[in-house]
């Protein structure tokens, strides 16, 4: 019974070292930790890659990639012992992004398109440019919020890095996808009566 509760919380832990990128390597920096906090960290990812393998749906592929990514930047920073690379994490995170969901247009069935038939399998032709459209947006998304990450990590200041990859970009998504949310029950709305 133990081991049934601790892996949700490991998955929840693992979960948010990705979120929490940016701000564990800013405090890692404020408080000199990054010697301690990266093999955490890289522990972590793979602990989070291996329970992505274990999952199935369009983003598995994603969270893998994203995974590995972390844990290569994580070693190479503990190896060369500079913190610059971990800088560069929310910009691969938004160019991997970026290729799965521009990747999919030139697909039968576009990455929202995909996520939507899991829950409404049976899509009108409506949603299926409706879904297109989505992702066609959530590609804009990734190319600016992408070149701002890169900005940062370039300009160094690592207070305007961790603002913008630790808190801004995650309440733009966060209103992206509540936005998308209400246009789409709106839709929804107008295509039943």
């Given at each position: ?30 408080h ?17 890659l ?14 893998q ?42 697909s039968?069935m ?84």
């Amino acid at each position: 019974m133990r081991g049934s509760r601790s892996l949700p919380l490991m998955r929840l832990a693992t979960g948010a070292i990705v979120l929490a990128w940016p701000l564990l390597v800013f405090f890692g920096l404020a408080h000199n930790g990054l010697h301690w906090l990266l093999p955490v960290m890289a522990l972590l990812l793979m602990l989070r890659l291996f329970q992505v393998r274990k999952q199935a749906g369009p983003l598995r592929g994603v969270l893998q990639v994203v995974a590995l990514v972390g844990i290569a930047l994580c070693t190479a920073s503990a190896l060369l012992k500079t913190h610059q690379l971990l800088l560069f994490y929310p910009v691969v995170v938004n160019l991997v992004m970026l290729a799965v969901f521009g990747g999919s247009l030139w697909s039968a069935m576009p990455i929202v398109e995909r996520l939507a038939r899991l829950r409404e399998p049976d899509l009108p032709p409506t949603g299926v440019r409706y879904t297109r459209q989505v992702t066609r947006i959530w590609c804009l998304f990734f190319i600016v919020n992408g070149s701002i990450a890169l900005f940062t990590a370039l300009h160094g200041d690592m207070t305007l890095w961790t603002a913008w990859n630790g808190a801004i970009a995650y309440v733009l998504m966060g209103t992206l996808m509540a936005g998308e949310w209400l246009v789409r029950r709106r839709l929804m709305k107008r295509e039943q009566s």
